[in-house]
């Protein structure tokens, strides 16, 4: 009786899932629960990891370009927009965009490209490491 109700709750999950796939238009997208101090989660889509945090914008900045800077190379950054950009080596790119949402809240995106490809994993990497690096 267990495993059926075990197995009746993963169905449910998979099929919510893939409900939520078919609404971001073929862009299959993945909630993934995080233990990170200010985020309850974060999302991946096809190629970019974001989250909302309730560290205000200053200090998701600052933690955004003292990891930049201790993964690669900054090329450009605009703290008023809120983007910045660094290469880690010759093949890897990532783009940082960060959008105040409220007086008290702010959301973070990653894109990470490798050789023109998305490259997922670096960017989780990346934002996981500025969502522990803000205070």
């Not at 101090?37 to 989250?51: E, K, L, N, Q, T």
Request: net charge positive.
């Amino acid at each position: 009786m267990k495993n059926l109700a075990k197995i009746l709750k993963c169905s449910v999950i998979i099929a919510l899932l893939f409900a939520n796939g078919l609404l971001f238009s073929g862009c299959a997208a993945v909630i993934v629960g995080s233990a990170l101090g200010a985020v309850g989660g974060y999302a991946i889509s096809r190629d970019i990891v974001a989250g909302a945090s309730d560290k205000d914008y200053e200090a998701l900045w600052d933690a955004a370009l003292e990891v930049s800077n201790s993964m690669g190379i900054v090329k450009r950054q605009d703290r008023q927009k809120g983007t910045m950009q660094f290469n880690i080596g010759n093949t890897n790119v990532v783009v940082i965009s960060l959008e105040k949402l409220t007086a008290k809240t702010s959301q973070l995106k990653v894109r990470a490209k490798k050789h023109h490809f998305p490259d997922l994993k670096m960017a989780e990497k990346v934002f996981i490491r500025i969502m522990d690096t803000a205070k």
